[in-house]
């Protein structure tokens, strides 16, 4: 009833630039935290950015100053603009939403994407 759907991955070269949205959809009353995670193969899922409904942010050592998260809470979409990209942040990116449904029973429900796939070559 509620999905989140990535979209923008890619292939970039090394200092190149990517913008990924992530857009739900279905019966969502209110979402509140929204983030972005990316899993390398052979590595652990990692946070890379977050978002509140509020406007605060927070992100990975990693990619601070070169990662920007930003949301539209009108359209239920949550935003990751990539800049200065290098090859280690080749990984595949999920979109994580916590959404409260309408007419829902048990409050929050955490909504993950399928996932884009970004590859940096360097």
């Known amino acids: 009833q509620v999905q989140l759907v990535e979209s923008g991955g890619g292939l970039v070269q090394a200092g190149g630039s990517l913008r990924l949205s992530c857009a739900g959809s279905?019966?969502?009353?209110?979402?509140?935290?929204m983030g972005w995670y990316r899993q390398a193969p052979g590595k652990q899922r990692e946070l890379v950015a977050s978002i509140t409904s509020g406007g605060s942010t927070n992100y990975a050592d990693s990619v601070k100053g070169r990662f920007t998260i930003s949301r539209d809470n009108a359209k239920n979409t949550v935003y990751l603009q990539m800049t200065s990209l290098k090859p280690e942040d080749t990984a595949v990116y999920y979109c994580?939403?916590?959404?409260?449904?309408?007419?829902?029973?048990?409050?929050?429900?955490?909504?993950w994407g399928q996932g884009t796939l970004v590859t940096v070559s360097s």
């Open positions: 279905g019966s969502i009353f209110d979402i509140s935290a």
């Open positions: 994580h939403a916590s959404v409260k449904r309408w007419a829902a029973r048990d409050g929050y429900l955490e909504v």
